[in-house]
């Protein structure tokens, strides 16, 4: 599985983007989809994940909507009500994981490249 992130830029406090990570392959459709994200200076942290399931890191719970297309084989981040403290490089990950552990990169095995998100206050 290769993943293609795009739909990063930049947007002022309160705005809106839509993330999307396209993906090559057929076990797509059978792992589960996440996004994490990492802001500088920071560790890489866990966003949102969908299987069966959807799954929301606190600090974005209402604001941020996971989807996938398994037809298109994408996954989708919409993100509302953007805050400055959103400001991070985006990365989507998919992989077999178990639903107990969403959250943890380790249990990811693809990647995509990124995609840069600032938030201007």
């Known amino acids: 599985v290769q993943l293609q992130a795009s739909g990063g830029g930049l947007v002022q406090a309160g705005g809106s983007l839509r993330l999307s990570c396209a993906a090559s392959g057929r076990l797509f459709s059978r792992s589960a989809a996440g996004w994490f994200r990492q802001a500088p200076g920071k560790e890489r942290e866990f966003v949102a994940a969908i299987s069966w399931l959807t799954y929301y890191a606190d600090s974005v719970k209402g604001r941020f909507t996971i989807s996938r297309d398994n037809a298109k084989n994408t996954v989708s981040l919409q993100m509302n009500s953007l805050k400055p403290e959103d400001t991070a490089v985006y990365y989507c990950?998919?992989?077999?994981?178990?639903?107990?552990?969403?959250?943890?990169?380790?249990?990811?095995?693809?990647w995509g490249q990124g995609t840069q998100v600032t938030v201007s206050s």
């Open positions: 990950a998919a992989g077999r994981v178990d639903a107990s552990v969403y959250d943890v990169q380790s249990q990811y095995d693809y």
